[in-house]
C-alpha cells in the first residue's frame, strides 16, 4: 500500500520569496514520486517526476525536488516565486511495481502568491 | 510524454440522466485511467480502463453506475449513469506514457447535475 501525505493545505509567499511544498509518502516497494500542478479550470500538468538516478530532480517552470529516501519526503521548492506559480499542487506517488502503476494523491497544496 | 483530449470539457445535466465522456490519446499507450475530483478535493482514481476487456474498479465504484469502454489502444469512455448532484465533479483521463513510469492527464470534463 502506498500514501502520500501534504503538510499545509494553504501556502501563501510574497513574489520573489523562496517556495517549499512539503510531501511525505509511505509506499512498501521503491516509490516512483511526482508533483502535478493544476491551474485554475484546467487538468492536471507534470512539474517532475522521480523515478530512479538522481535524487534531485529539475522541473518546469524553475521547479525542483529532492528525493529523501531517510525521510520518506519529495519537498517541491522554487528559489523565487513567480505571481504565475499560483496553482493547485499536488504530490502523487505509484510504484515500479508491473499492474500497479496507479497514482495515490495527496491532498494537494492551494500556493497563493502576495504581490 | 502523450497528449490527451477529453470530449466534454464541460456540461450541465439534469438528475436522473447519463453522460459520456470520450477520452483520446495522441499515441498507442498501455493503460489508461478514469479519476474524479469532487470540489475542492483532490484526485480519486474510479477504474483502470483495459483495453478489449471489462475495466478494473476501484473500492466505492461500480461497472452499473460508472460504466467504462477501451475499444483501442487510443480510446476510452465513461459513462456517468443516473446522475445525482453528488456526481458533480471534474473527470479527468490519464494514461501512463511508454516507459510505464509517468501518468499524463488529460484537461479534464467539469460536470455540473442539477
Known amino acids: 500500500a502506498q500514501s502520500v501525505t501534504q503538510l499545509g493545505s494553504h501556502v501563501s509567499v510574497s513574489e520573489g520569496a523562496l517556495v517549499l511544498l512539503r510531501c511525505n509518502y509511505s509506499s512498501s516497494v521503491p516509490p516512483y514520486l511526482f508533483w502535478y500542478v493544476q491551474y485554475p479550470n484546467q487538468g492536471l500538468q507534470l512539474l517532475l517526476k522521480?523515478?530512479?538516478?538522481?535524487?534531485l530532480v529539475k522541473g518546469i517552470n524553475g521547479f525542483e525536488a529532492e528525493f529523501k529516501k531517510s525521510e520518506t519526503s519529495f519537498h517541491l521548492t522554487k528559489p523565487s516565486a513567480h505571481m504565475s506559480d499560483a496553482a493547485e499542487y499536488f504530490c502523487a506517488v505509484s510504484t515500479s511495481n508491473f499492474g500497479n502503476e496507479k497514482l495515490t494523491f495527496g491532498t494537494g497544496t492551494r500556493l497563493t502568491i502576495i504581490p | 510524454s502523450a497528449v490527451i483530449s477529453q470530449k466534454p470539457s464541460r456540461d450541465i445535466c439534469q438528475r436522473g440522466t447519463s453522460l459520456t465522456i470520450q477520452c483520446q490519446v495522441d499515441?498507442?499507450?498501455?493503460?489508461m485511467f478514469w479519476y474524479r475530483q469532487q470540489p475542492g478535493q483532490s484526485l480519486t482514481l474510479i477504474a483502470t480502463a483495459n483495453q478489449g476487456s471489462e475495466a478494473t474498479y476501484e473500492s466505492g465504484f461500480v461497472i452499473d453506475k460508472f460504466p467504462i469502454s477501451r475499444p483501442n489502444l487510443t480510446f476510452s469512455t465513461l459513462t456517468v449513469s443516473n446522475m445525482s448532484p453528488e456526481d458533480s465533479s471534474i473527470y479527468l483521463c490519464?494514461?501512463?506514457?511508454?516507459?510505464?513510469?509517468?501518468?499524463?492527464f488529460g484537461p479534464g470534463t467539469r460536470l455540473t447535475v442539477l
Open positions: 490519464s494514461a501512463l506514457g511508454g516507459a510505464r513510469d509517468t501518468q499524463y
Open positions: 499515441s498507442q499507450v498501455t493503460m
Open positions: 522521480y523515478t530512479t538516478g538522481a535524487t
